[in-house]
């Protein structure tokens, strides 16, 4: 199994372009998330689906749009991207079934100049 | 504002001891409190967790001291090992949000 899956692992962007980052999980879990991780703050909520076919903002969503395509895949697009949004991204699944464990992805690195 | 206050920042500790990381919190609406664990590259792993009814719960090395009345949670390490050097994150879980600490990157010498 191989959990979840983010792409890409790295990006450059300059500023006012944009991007899609995915994230799929095969653990079908139903509710997805992504977060952000910068020194000193830790992980920040962006956005959260709690099911296929709904979405929520979390803590910091400003910048920032999701799409959940289907149970499976929940992508997170920059529309501008601004150097603020210069991160690392992780894409996490939630198992309800054993607690409430977070599943994460191995990350994408973004920096945008 | 971070929702959870975690500390220290940063930890070094020797081989053996006992490293502590700090955790309060405010919101009461949160009903399970993990603990998480991040090497270098990798995304954050589920560690031990504790629900709000129990004070205390043990999982090899590793102990969550809860005191619900205080707001605050912490993790104990025992034994610490350098396999243990690491970056740790309290975190809050309600409904379907799970809120993280700051984090504590934790140095374990040999």
């Known amino acids: 199994n191989a959990g979840v899956t983010q792409t890409p692992k790295f990006q450059v962007l300059k500023t006012g372009q944009s991007m899609t980052l995915q994230c799929a999980q095969d653990?079908?879990?139903?509710?997805m998330y992504w977060y952000r991780q910068d020194p000193g703050m830790g992980l920040r909520l962006i956005y959260y689906s709690a099911s296929e076919g709904t979405t929520d903002k979390g803590e910091v969503p400003n910048g920032y749009n999701v799409s959940r395509l289907n149970k499976r895949e929940f992508s997170l697009r920059l529309e501008s991207a601004a150097p603020s949004q210069t991160s690392v991204y992780f894409c996490?699944?939630?198992?309800?079934?054993?607690?409430?464990?977070?599943?994460f992805g191995s990350g994408t690195q973004l920096s945008v100049l | 504002q971070q929702q959870v206050k975690q500390s220290p920042q940063s930890l070094i500790v020797q081989k053996g001891g006992i490293p502590i990381i700090n955790c309060a919190y405010e919101?009461?609406?949160?009903?399970?409190f993990p603990w998480y664990q991040q090497f270098p590259g990798k995304g954050p792993a589920l560690l031990i967790a504790?629900?709000?009814?129990?004070s205390e719960k043990k999982e090899g090395r590793f102990t969550i001291s809860f005191n619900k009345s205080a707001k605050q949670f912490s993790l104990h390490i025992m034994d610490s090992q350098p396999g243990d050097s690491a970056t740790y994150f309290c975190?809050?879980?309600?409904?379907?949000?799970?809120?993280f600490g700051a984090g504590t990157r934790l140095f374990v010498k040999a």
């Open positions: 653990m079908n879990h139903n509710s």
């Open positions: 975190a809050m879980t309600g409904g379907f949000k799970t809120i």
């Open positions: 996490a699944s939630l198992d309800r079934v054993v607690g409430e464990k977070l599943f």
């Open positions: 919101n009461t609406a949160f009903d399970y």
């Open positions: 504790i629900r709000p009814d129990v």
